[in-house]
């Protein structure tokens, strides 16, 4: 009944914060119902009304309709929406459901743009009602916790080549060779090579011999 009664409002038709977070509250609570969390997103995402909007993705944030059904696409769209508030609500819960991917990095890095933590960040603190900054900064944060989660982790590890495949030859004939090499490293093996006289094929004598010497064949 209450998303019936949201999806009716014109654009026009104005909100109060107040209500927003109340509204936001009573529509979390039916959200536990199988079906509603899609028929959410359908009927309210994307209304023309930004206060009706930011009630149905605050209400999402609160019931954790993430763990519901894949949101990732409609927050997506959300970090592109016209009102800078819905942005950085959209930022934070991509952040509160750990979604990561290279699209939501890049949308998360342009979204950000040129912020620089912490100073940035102190600068939100201090204009609370700067929207367009609020969003940046949140969005810059949910970027951070991504990259350190990824350097944590160290390069990411390929999955192994399957025997027999192009790439598993290859890697064995790397393997073999570090092998090798590290042979000969230990016994103290050099290369030589031999120098070829100007204008012809006659070997000079190797490097380091002594005069008259013959090269050892």
Do not use: C
């Not at 009573?26 to 994307?46: I, S, Y």
């Not at 979204?111 to 201090?126: E, F, S, T």
């Not at 031999?194 to 090269?215: D, T, V, Y």
């Amino acid at each position: 009944m209450l998303v019936f009664k949201l999806n009716r409002m014109s654009r026009q038709d104005r909100i109060s914060a107040v209500e927003e977070i109340a509204l936001a509250g009573q529509l979390a609570e039916q959200l536990e119902k199988p079906g509603m969390v899609e028929r959410l997103v359908a009927d309210l995402f994307d209304h023309e009304n930004a206060h009706v909007r930011r009630i149905a993705l605050n209400a999402v944030r609160r019931a954790h309709g993430y763990r519901q059904t894949d949101l990732t696409q409609a927050l997506l769209r959300k970090l592109l929406d016209p009102d800078p508030w819905l942005r950085h609500d959209a930022a934070w819960i991509l952040h509160e459901a750990d979604l990561d991917s290279p699209q939501i990095r890049a949308m998360l890095r342009q979204l950000a743009g040129p912020v620089m933590l912490p100073y940035d960040q102190a600068r939100a603190r201090a204009n609370p009602s700067d929207a367009l900054l609020q969003a940046q900064v949140r969005a810059r944060q949910t970027l951070d916790v991504l990259l350190a989660r990824q350097t944590a982790k160290g390069v990411v590890a390929k999955l192994p080549y399957a025997s027999g495949t192009v790439g598993h030859t290859h890697m064995r004939r790397r393997e073999t060779l570090k092998l090798m090499f590290e042979r000969h490293k230990e016994r103290g093996a050099k290369m030589r090579f031999k120098l070829l006289e100007a204008g012809g094929n006659k070997a000079s004598p190797m490097a380091g011999a002594k005069p008259g010497s013959a090269p050892k064949p």
